[in-house]
């Protein structure tokens, strides 16, 4: 006899550079930034005023303006990004880019740029369905002479009674409602639901009150609806502008064996025209005017900003200032450089006309004390232990070299103290490891004493 124990179904999440932020660590009421908070640790001004970046999203005050994050490598810009789209929740949507994915060989720079924007605008629908249910307690059909004439007779319309725990109903129905309750197979007897917008029918399953006592049943039951026979239901909706455009840019083939291989031979990625960006626009305002839907402003987040060239540059002045825009949070680590596409320089590699259009927030270098809090939290998100010597001597290598290189130490320094069969970090794994690989300062120091070739 084969008995198997059943995994637990809970998903593993993959432990990724920045699992542990999980917001921007401000008090509620006064919105000041604790020393370490929610996974970030330092940064405070940094964090206090994306505080007030992600209050002005959420009073709908900051659409088509901009954000950028400006500081050396390895000082939380992406963090704080990813701390502003947990401060606003699942239902805000949040778009992250890195500025080279704009360069396609299928699609202009300019439409990428159009289609992260638009993914980062979402539009809530809200729609009220009014539905009939319960069980069935009669099903008659009324037929009248065809009126073409001939021998056959057509139904006119069908009688149905429900039943809840509150009262029965009797419905008269529509012909073409006939032919769903014919298809779904209903009896009296049953539980259905009706529709009362499109008349769509379903069958839940058959009522409990007709439960035989075979031990063997074909059939579902289920309890008799509660409440009324007659419900209002509201059903709320979120998608993406970008979802719209794709469903509707795509077009409806048939469902023959042509239109699927012509469909299936085509992987090039097309382009969405202005044209049914404008009518998609429209159409949405007009809902937005009915109340069936409102705006829901994302984020739209650039990574490596000084990659964008002048093109995509002045597009953005042109889309930030549009009607429909979301927040953009652009970031860059660079200073003066020139401007890609041009020999002009600038401060961040960004045109002084859009730095004009943004507020800049500053990320300053850790220090030795935060690093060591930062390596602390990295280590419990992984599960790893160690030394209290341990961590202030990954916290010395931090400062001398870059924290992400003391981050990347903390697996191989596990596997080599569970190589000594220790299940703790010891200084000695942290200074072995240390002497295994090098990081970029000290290789760029043994290449600047060779000449070309590495020696």
Do not use: W
């Not at 579902?220 to 979120?238: A, L, M, R, S, T």
């Not at 993406?240 to 064996?257: E, F, I, M, S």
């Amino acid at each position: 006899m084969k008995i198997e124990e059943v995994q637990s179904t809970t998903k593993t999440a993959r432990v990724s550079a920045h699992t542990h932020v999980k917001g921007l660590g401000l008090d509620a009421k006064t919105g000041a930034a604790s020393p370490v908070g929610a996974g970030l640790v330092g940064q405070e001004r940094a964090r206090e005023a994306c505080g007030i970046v992600v209050d002005l999203i959420r009073s709908r005050k900051m659409a088509g303006r901009a954000l950028l994050l400006a500081g050396a490598p390895g000082t939380g810009k992406t963090a704080l990004a990813l701390g502003i789209a947990q401060e606003l929740g699942p239902k805000v949507p949040f778009c992250p880019m890195v500025g080279s994915e704009v360069f396609s060989s299928e699609v202009k720079k300019t439409e990428v740029l159009m289609e992260h924007f638009r993914r980062a605008i979402g539009l809530r629908i809200r729609e009220s369905k009014e539905v009939y249910e319960g069980e069935v307690t009669e099903l008659t059909v009324e037929e009248t002479e065809d009126p073409l004439g001939g021998y056959g007779r057509t139904v006119s319309h069908v009688v149905i009674g429900l039943k809840t725990t509150k009262g029965t109903k009797t419905l008269r129905l529509d012909p073409t409602i006939h032919d769903s309750l014919t298809k779904e197979g209903v009896s009296v007897g049953d539980v259905i639901y009706i529709e009362a917008n499109s008349g769509a029918v379903k069958r839940v399953g058959r009522s409990d009150s007709y439960a035989t006592e075979f031990d063997l049943e074909a059939e579902e039951y289920v309890p008799i609806p509660k409440g009324d026979v007659h419900k209002k239901k509201e059903v709320v909706q979120d998608v993406t502008l970008h979802d719209l455009d794709v469903a509707n840019a795509r077009p409806q083939g048939g469902k023959d064996v042509m239109s699927l291989m012509a469909a299936m031979g085509k992987p090039r990625k097309t382009e969405i025209t202005d044209k049914l960006r404008t009518e998609i626009n429209r159409v949405v305002n007009r809902y937005i005017d009915q109340g069936v839907a409102e705006l829901v402003p994302g984020v739209l987040f650039v990574d490596e900003v000084h990659m964008l060239d002048i093109e995509c540059f002045t597009y953005l002045n042109r889309s930030l200032e549009s009607t429909l825009s979301p927040i953009v949070v652009f970031a860059t680590n660079r200073g003066v450089c020139k401007i890609r596409g041009t020999e002009v320089v600038a401060p961040h590699g960004v045109p002084v006309d859009l730095l004009d259009r943004m507020l800049i927030v500053r990320t300053m270098p850790y220090s030795h004390e935060e690093m060591v809090q930062i390596i602390s939290i990295r280590a419990s998100v992984e599960d790893i232990e160690l030394e209290d010597e341990a961590l202030k001597a990954l916290g010395d290598i931090g400062a001398k070299t870059s924290l992400r290189y003391a981050v990347q130490m903390l697996t191989p320094s596990r596997i080599m103290a569970e190589t000594c069969g220790r299940t703790k970090i010891a200084t000695s794994d942290v200074k072995e490891v240390d002497t295994l690989f090098f990081d970029g300062k000290a290789s760029a120091l043994l290449l600047a004493k060779s000449e070309g070739y590495m020696q």
